[in-house]
């Protein structure tokens, strides 16, 4: 009788195994289908000497509204540019202190006049939100770009470019407390999705 049971287990445990491992592949293959890459959907931006430059205090510029449509976000989508930039390791100068000592949306301002090794530059060109009440879905097209103070060319551009990006906030909707806060989530969506493509700066140059 032992004997026979341990024919029968010794079959079993190849089989077993098996299954576990088609199991474990199948896990591992559902979870690489559903996972989003960072940075993806930026494929207009690319990156250039920032590597070289490494800057390391940046000004974050107003940002500029082209899209004709009144009422888009701008403060709340510059402020979250700034805390980006923190998280990203670097050292966006406050808001109130560039406001305050640079002009910044001034045909006169010059980048590098605060000290700054970069300057962020934001340009929305498109807020397409025909179907922001009825779905909580936005288009959001824009110009990024991080700028060398000493060179700052779009040509010669640190990283940067085009963006087009969707949110779809139909989940969160019902959840959201207040309208403002279901665009606040809005900007957060855009912005972080934008600053998944810059590279984080080298801490140790």
Same mark, same amino acid.
């Given at each position: 009788? =032992? ?22 592949? $199948? ?6 289908? $559903? ?15 920032? /590597? $070289? ?28 540019? =700034? ?73 010669? /551009?640190?990283?940067?470019? =085009? ?10 909707? /019902? ?10 989530? /809005? ?19």
């Amino acid at each position: 009788m =032992h004997s026979t049971l341990s024919v029968r287990v010794a079959r079993l445990v190849p089989a077993l195994a098996l299954s576990l491992g088609l199991c474990a592949l $199948t896990a591992f293959a559902a979870c690489n289908t $559903t996972r989003v890459p960072l940075g993806a959907g930026n494929d207009g931006i690319s990156t250039g000497r920032l /590597a $070289t430059v490494n800057p390391l205090e940046v000004v974050v510029q107003r940002v500029e509204n082209q899209s004709g449509v009144a009422g888009v976000p701008l403060d709340a989508i510059r402020a979250r540019f =700034h805390s980006g930039l923190v998280k990203a390791r670097y050292t966006p100068l406050a808001l109130e202190y560039v406001d305050r000592n640079a002009r910044a949306v001034e045909a006169g301002y010059k980048p590098g006049e605060l000290g700054e090794q970069a300057t962020l530059r934001v340009v929305i060109t498109g807020w397409d939100d025909s179907q922001w009440r009825s779905r909580s879905r936005l288009v959001v097209d824009a110009e990024v770009y991080l700028l060398d103070a000493n060179e700052p060319e779009l040509t010669k /551009a640190l990283w940067g470019g =085009h963006v087009s990006r969707t949110v779809d906030l139909s989940r969160q909707a /019902a959840v959201a407390p207040t309208a403002n806060d279901l665009v606040d989530r /809005a900007v957060a969506a855009f912005v972080d999705g934008v600053l998944d493509s810059l590279p984080p700066r080298n801490p140790e140059r």
